[in-house]
């Protein structure tokens, strides 16, 4: 059983657009630590990040 927390937000209407960027192995690697440490999967963990961004720079979140 997986103990990662996934985004259970509503889907809407079919899936959301992937996202893809090309990072080096070691940075992934800090990247997948990280988010293992925080108890999320590494795409939940980014899309955290992108959030908290966004909100540190007055911008509200949508999604």
């Known amino acids: 059983m997986s103990t990662i927390k996934r985004d259970k937000s509503p889907k809407g209407d079919g ?11 070691e940075l992934k690697e800090q990247f997948e630590d990280a988010a ?4 999320m ?11 908290k961004e966004l ?4 911008i ?3 999604g």
């Open 36 to 39: 293992q440490k925080s108890g």
């Open 41 to 51: 999967s590494l795409a939940n963990w980014l899309k955290t990040l992108g959030r």
């Open 15 to 25: 899936q959301s657009p992937q996202f893809r960027m090309r990072i080096t192995p």
């Open 60 to 62: 509200d979140p949508k």
């Open 55 to 58: 909100e540190r720079l007055g």
